[in-house]
Structures are given as C-alpha cells and as structure tokens.
C-alpha cells in the first residue's frame, strides 16, 4: 500500500464529508486550500515553538505520573495545537464568504486537517503502515471533532456580540477534549484506562453531529 495516500486519504474523506455538509452556501475553493495550507504550515510552526517554549516552562515530566501526564496533555499538547490552529480560524471570520455560521466549521475542519495530514504523514513514515491505519480510524477523526466543536462555537461568534467569548469557548472545548483525548493515551500503564480516549472520541463525534446540524437548521441560505 502507498504510504502516502494512507496518510492523507483520512484527511481528504473528512474534508469531501464537511463540504457536503455545507449544503447551502459552499466556500471557495482557494479559500479551502488557502486554510488547509495555513493548516499544514503556519499552525505547525508555531505549535512546534510554543511546545519548545512550554515545554522549557515543564520539564522532566514523569511519564509514570498522572499529574505530570495531565500536565502534558492538556497544556503542552492540546492547548498549544488547538490555540495554533485557533488564530488561523479566527483569521478566517474576516472573510466575506465566512457569511453564515456552518462556515466556522468548515473553516475550522479545513485548518485542523492541515494540520492533522502532515502530522500524520509524519507519523506513517516513521512507524508503518500499522500506524497509518490505526490513525485512520483515531487520531484524524479527532482531530476533526476537535475542530468541529472549535468550529461550532467561532462560527456563532461571528454573527453576535459576545464574539470573543464564544470565541475563547470555542478555543476552550477543543482543548478539553483534545487534552481528554490524549491524557487517556499517556497514562495507559494503568490497565484498561487508554478505553477513555477512545470514549472521549465518541462523545466528541456524537457532539459534533449535533453541532453540524445546529448551524444547517440555522442557515440563512436555508
């Protein structure tokens, strides 16, 4: 199997699925790639400086410790990944085609997949095709749902006047459930607790449908 399709085909079936999605006023397509871009670039870089950064502030975290693992996963990881790919979506909300709330999702999933396919070409390359097809199935899916509800709540900032808090919400619940996510995964020594992530992972894709069909019901071009 090409290593390199199996890393960017997740990737490439969520973003055809969020564009369907967007039933009644789909983004350009430059501006897709444009965010998907800033994703893949921008969004990396500073995730890889501000981890080197952070992780100065951290250091020697146990891996044996749940509160140093805690640390780590939702500081070190999932804040800085969800912040960096935050200000490329609320870069997006200046956008004249950002015109109804659906397109913070669609933003925000295009921003995220960016960066999930070069993360996961990264990762497929390194370990194998195991890897590439565990992640398929894991760690892209979440990546969109971190996006997703991320997205939800920039989408609805847009359009009202508390947009920094919805916006900072928005930052809020992605980082919890990406920190969810991967806390799970740090502390899985102890037996049967790595069963939480993929739970997280459910409950974020059972939200995130919700969150999808809120903003189409919404629509104005309805």
């Known amino acids: 199997?090409?290593?390199?399709?199996?890393?960017?085909?997740?990737?490439?079936?969520?973003?055809?699925?969020?564009?369907?999605?967007?039933?009644?006023?789909?983004?350009?397509?430059?501006?897709?790639?444009?965010?998907?871009?800033?994703?893949?670039?921008?969004?990396?870089?500073?995730?890889?400086?501000?981890?080197?950064?952070?992780?100065?502030?951290?250091?020697?975290?146990?891996?044996?410790?749940?509160r140093d693992m805690f640390i780590k996963a939702f500081f070190i990881v999932a804040f800085v990944e969800e912040f960096s790919k935050y200000l490329v979506v609320r870069m997006s909300q200046n956008n004249k085609a950002f015109n109804e709330p659906f397109d913070g999702?669609?933003?925000?999933?295009?921003?995220?997949?960016?960066?999930?396919?070069?993360?996961?070409?990264?990762?497929?390359?390194?370990?194998?095709?195991?890897t590439g097809i565990l992640r398929a199935f894991t760690a892209v899916p979440a990546h969109a749902t971190f996006a997703i509800l991320m997205g939800y709540y920039m989408g609805k900032a847009k359009f009202s006047n508390n947009r920094f808090l919805l916006n900072m919400i928005g930052l809020l619940v992605a980082t919890v459930f990406h920190g969810a996510y991967d806390f799970f995964l740090f502390i899985n020594?102890?037996?049967?607790?790595?069963?939480?992530?993929?739970?997280?992972?459910?409950?974020?894709?059972?939200?995130?449908?919700?969150?999808?069909?809120?903003?189409?019901?919404?629509?104005?071009?309805?």
């Open 105 to 130: 999702i669609v933003y925000a999933v295009m921003v995220s997949m960016g960066f999930a396919t070069l993360e996961n070409v990264l990762y497929v390359y390194s370990y194998g095709l195991e």
């Open 189 to 222: 020594y102890i037996p049967g607790i790595a069963s939480g992530a993929f739970i997280s992972l459910v409950i974020g894709l059972l939200l995130s449908r919700k969150a999808m069909k809120a903003h189409q019901d919404i629509s104005q071009f309805k």
């Open 1 to 66: 199997m090409n290593l390199f399709l199996l890393a960017i085909s997740p990737a490439m079936i969520i973003i055809a699925y969020i564009y369907f999605k967007d039933k009644f006023e789909k983004e350009p397509w430059k501006l897709l790639i444009k965010y998907f871009t800033l994703g893949a670039t921008f969004s990396v870089i500073l995730t890889f400086i501000l981890s080197i950064v952070i992780g100065k502030i951290f250091r020697e975290l146990d891996a044996l410790s749940v």
